[in-house]
Each structure stands twice: as C-alpha cells, then as structure tokens.
Nanobody
C-alpha cells in the first residue's frame, strides 16, 4: 500500500499563487508516476499534471504555462506550483500515484483550492 498526504491548498485571489505538496509513504517503488488531478463540483475528475520518476511531464492544456510540476525522488514528494490562478481553477486537488511494476494507482484525500474573482 501507498499512502499519500497532500498539503498547501487554500483560498487565494485571482492572479495569485499556491504550491501544493504530496508526500508518498509505504510501499513506494522506484518506478512510478506522481501527479495531480482535480474535481470541481458537478464535474468529472480531470488530469492537471503528472511527472514520472525519470522526469517526464504532462500537463492539461488549461494549465500549461501557469502550473509547474516537480518532484523530489529522495523524499517521495511531488509539488505543484500554481501561478496566475483563475476562478475556474477552483476544485479539490487530488494527489495521484501510479506504481509502474504492479500497475496500481493510489489517491490522496484531496485538498481544496478556491480562487476568488
């Protein structure tokens, strides 16, 4: 099992910034993908950004140029730097972990991000 603990959500005005963090613990393997998804009320959960253990990144078109994903492999931690936030970025953000060898996914409990206009 892998446990994920997120932090860094909150309330910010449009144009502001927030940084999310997620620490993975437990049966953390070396080959994996970590990242972030989000879900706004009434919407499906959607990809925000992911990063593999070798550093390959993927972003949703809606956040490209504003959000930056990074990770610290030694600390099993993934970060999401969110700049130029918009009200439409308001959602619960979920940390995501995919263990490559077992093809198993894990989710954090979610952290609320609210952007006021």
């Amino acid at each position: 099992q892998v446990q994920l603990v997120e932090s860094g959500g909150g309330l910010v005005q449009a144009g502001g910034s927030l940084r999310l963090s997620c620490v993975a613990s437990g049966s953390v393997g070396s080959a994996n993908t970590m990242g972030w998804y989000r879900q706004a009320p009434g919407n499906q959960r959607e990809l925000v950004a992911t990063i593999t253990s070798t550093g390959s990144k993927k972003y949703a078109d809606s956040v490209k140029g504003r959000f930056t994903i990074s990770r610290d492999n030694a600390k099993n931690t993934v970060f999401l730097q969110m700049n130029s936030l918009k009200p439409e970025d308001t959602a619960v953000y979920y940390c995501y972990y995919w263990r490559t060898v077992t093809r198993t996914s894990y989710w954090g409990q979610g952290t609320q991000v609210t952007v006021s206009s």
